[in-house]
């Protein structure tokens, strides 16, 4: 389990910025993850905003809502710049669904972290093809604290990675839920492939 090196520090001049993510596969708990951390920082006073892609309107228009139905109200935006006008003076910004947004999700990151503030990611980091979702490996990569997490494999039962998609669908955005994809491990993942 992660826990933040200093929650306590409010002092805007010292504060420090730093970049999390958390990435794993459909049903994961990635988002669970982040509203539990999100949760901590609302407890020990900090201001926190919260962001998700609009185009993600699964469970709810606005609020970040977890497949365990943990909610936290978030605010819907379109693109990744957006986030720096409506961050304002926060300690902690919070954004779900990150693979969503374009490579400029990167710069907007990384200006926030300069600017003192936590920022708190949580993405896919493979697409259904198994290959690597953009902008999820730079944010990795420019992250101080990387959390991967496991679902359980709807086949096997094992620990899983990936998230195969139930469909012929090949487009690489592509809502859904437990209709759609199944968590899966390796092997699991590329026999699914292969038949």
């Given at each position: 389990m992660f826990i933040e090196p200093s929650l306590g520090n409010h002092d805007q001049a010292a504060r420090k910025g730093q970049v999390e993510v958390i990435c794993g596969s459909m049903f994961s708990g990635k988002t669970e993850e982040l509203i539990r951390r999100l949760?901590?920082?609302?407890?020990?006073r900090q201001?926190?905003?919260i962001f998700k892609p609009a185009l993600d309107q699964r469970y709810?228009?606005?609020n970040v809502v977890s497949h365990n139905e943990s909610i936290i109200r978030s605010t819907p935006v379109q693109f990744a710049n957006d986030i720096l006008l409506?961050?304002?003076n926060c300690d902690v910004v919070g954004i779900d669904e990150v693979?969503?947004?374009d490579n400029q999700i990167i710069s907007v990151a990384e200006q926030l972290a300069h600017a003192g503030v936590r920022v708190i990611l949580a993405g896919l980091d493979m697409d259904f093809e198994g290959k690597p979702f953009e902008p999820m490996p730079q944010l990795m990569a420019i992250a101080e604290y990387v959390t991967k997490v496991h679902a359980i494999c709807m086949k096997c039962g094992d620990l899983a990675a990936f998230s195969y998609r139930l469909s012929g669908e090949k487009s690489k955005v592509m809502l859904g839920e437990k209709e759609s994809y199944e968590a899966r491990c390796r092997r699991c993942f590329?026999?699914?492939k292969e038949s």
């Open positions: 949760n901590r920082a609302l407890i020990a201001k926190v905003e709810h228009e606005e409506l961050a304002g693979q969503f947004f590329y026999q699914g």
